[in-house]
Nanobody
Framework: QVQLVESGGGLVQAGGSLRLSCAAS????????MGWFRQAPGKEREFVAA????????YYADFVKGRFTISGDNAKKTVSLQMNSLKPEDAAVYYC?????????????????WGQGTQVTVSS
């Protein structure tokens, strides 16, 4: 398993931006699919975005397309999520996750390693 540590959450006004980062340990980072999920109170944890570190293929949930951008750096073993035009409904705990599978990057069950989460709060 890979160890993951998120950072960058916080409070932002609607329409603002935040950048989340995830630092990973382990020697096979470039072979992983790295994902971001989020969970709001009382709701299921849902897929936000993912990136295949081997070729930088990206995947997005429809509700963040055009607003969020996922990127990764194999040398630094980090993945980031740039979030622009934030809405109150984007408020949640955001989790970084790593998958060694190349199956369905949008599925939570594909991911075997998770970070502790970072809180994003969006005020209206």
């Amino acid at each position: 398993q890979v160890q993951l540590v998120e950072s960058g959450g916080g409070l932002v006004q609607a329409g603002g931006s935040l950048r989340l980062s995830c630092a990973a340990s382990g020697s096979t980072f470039s072979s992983y699919v790295m994902g971001w999920f989020r969970q709001a109170p009382g709701k299921e944890r849902e897929f936000v975005a993912a990136i295949k570190m081997s070729d930088r293929t990206t995947y997005y949930a429809d509700f963040v397309k055009g607003r969020f951008t996922i990127s990764g750096d194999n040398a630094k073993k980090t993945v980031s999520l740039q979030m622009n035009s934030l809405k109150p409904e984007d408020a949640a705990v955001y989790y970084c996750a790593a998958s060694a599978l190349y199956g369905y990057p949008r599925m939570r069950s594909e991911y075997g390693s998770w970070g502790q989460g970072t809180q994003v709060t969006v005020s209206s």
